[in-house]
Protein backbone atom coordinates (compact mmCIF):
# COMPACT_ATOMS: atom_id res chain seq x y z
CA UNK A 1 0.00 0.00 0.00
CA UNK A 2 1.79 3.26 -1.51
CA UNK A 3 -0.64 5.51 -0.28
CA UNK A 4 0.62 8.90 0.05
CA UNK A 5 3.22 7.92 -3.57
CA UNK A 6 -0.33 7.52 -5.19
CA UNK A 7 -1.92 10.69 -3.55
CA UNK A 8 1.41 12.56 -4.13
CA UNK A 9 0.74 11.30 -8.24
CA UNK A 10 -2.42 11.93 -8.50
CA UNK A 11 -2.47 15.55 -7.68
CA UNK A 12 0.78 15.92 -9.62
CA UNK A 13 -1.11 14.44 -12.81
CA UNK A 14 -3.91 17.16 -12.50
CA UNK A 15 -1.71 19.95 -11.91
CA UNK A 16 0.32 19.36 -14.97
CA UNK A 17 -2.88 18.73 -16.84
CA UNK A 18 -3.78 22.71 -15.71
CA UNK A 19 -0.33 23.88 -16.29
CA UNK A 20 -0.48 21.84 -19.65
CA UNK A 21 -3.70 23.44 -21.01
CA UNK A 22 -2.99 26.61 -19.48
CA UNK A 23 0.17 26.24 -21.77
CA UNK A 24 -1.46 25.39 -24.31
CA UNK A 25 -4.03 28.23 -24.86
CA UNK A 26 -1.55 30.94 -23.66
CA UNK A 27 0.27 29.95 -26.99
CA UNK A 28 -2.63 30.88 -28.68
CA UNK A 29 -2.63 34.26 -27.41
CA UNK A 30 -5.65 33.45 -24.74
CA UNK A 31 -4.50 35.66 -22.04
CA UNK A 32 -3.18 34.20 -18.93
CA UNK A 33 -5.83 34.73 -16.16
CA UNK A 34 -8.39 33.17 -18.59
CA UNK A 35 -6.80 30.22 -19.62
CA UNK A 36 -5.99 28.91 -16.02
CA UNK A 37 -10.01 29.55 -15.38
CA UNK A 38 -10.19 27.27 -18.42
CA UNK A 39 -7.74 25.17 -18.09
CA UNK A 40 -8.75 24.30 -14.09
CA UNK A 41 -12.37 23.52 -15.59
CA UNK A 42 -11.36 21.51 -18.10
CA UNK A 43 -8.95 19.58 -16.13
CA UNK A 44 -11.39 18.95 -13.78
CA UNK A 45 -13.63 16.60 -15.47
CA UNK A 46 -10.81 15.49 -18.02
CA UNK A 47 -8.95 14.03 -15.14
CA UNK A 48 -11.69 11.87 -14.30
CA UNK A 49 -11.32 9.53 -17.39
CA UNK A 50 -7.38 10.05 -18.49
CA UNK A 51 -6.38 9.51 -14.65
CA UNK A 52 -8.87 7.01 -13.56
CA UNK A 53 -6.41 3.68 -12.73
CA UNK A 54 -4.85 6.11 -10.57
CA UNK A 55 -8.50 7.67 -9.10
CA UNK A 56 -9.10 4.35 -8.41
CA UNK A 57 -5.69 3.63 -6.77
CA UNK A 58 -6.40 6.32 -4.26
CA UNK A 59 -9.34 5.50 -3.45
CA UNK A 60 -8.38 1.51 -2.75
CA UNK A 61 -5.82 2.97 -0.81
CA UNK A 62 -8.14 4.99 1.34
CA UNK A 63 -10.25 2.29 2.01
CA UNK A 64 -8.26 -0.33 3.17
CA UNK A 65 -6.91 2.63 5.29
CA UNK A 66 -10.25 3.34 6.85
CA UNK A 67 -10.91 -0.23 7.51
CA UNK A 68 -7.58 -0.75 9.41
CA UNK A 69 -8.14 2.31 11.17
CA UNK A 70 -12.16 1.62 11.66
CA UNK A 71 -10.65 -2.68 13.03
CA UNK A 72 -8.33 -0.17 15.50
CA UNK A 73 -11.10 2.16 17.29
CA UNK A 74 -13.14 -1.04 17.24
CA UNK A 75 -10.34 -2.73 19.62
CA UNK A 76 -10.31 0.18 21.59
CA UNK A 77 -13.59 0.15 22.30
CA UNK A 78 -13.86 -3.10 23.15
CA UNK A 79 -10.80 -3.27 25.50
CA UNK A 80 -12.37 -0.02 27.57
CA UNK A 81 -15.91 -2.19 27.78
CA UNK A 82 -13.77 -5.32 29.22
CA UNK A 83 -14.88 -7.23 26.09
CA UNK A 84 -11.23 -8.53 25.38
CA UNK A 85 -8.42 -9.56 27.75
CA UNK A 86 -5.45 -6.89 26.77
Known sequence: M???????????????MVAAI?????????????????GVVVAL????????GLRNRVAEGLDAKQAVRRAER?????????DTAA
Open 2 to 16: HLGRDVTLYICARLG
Open 22 to 38: TALLVLVDVPLLVALVV
Open 45 to 52: PLSLFVFK
Open 74 to 82: ERLRAQLRG
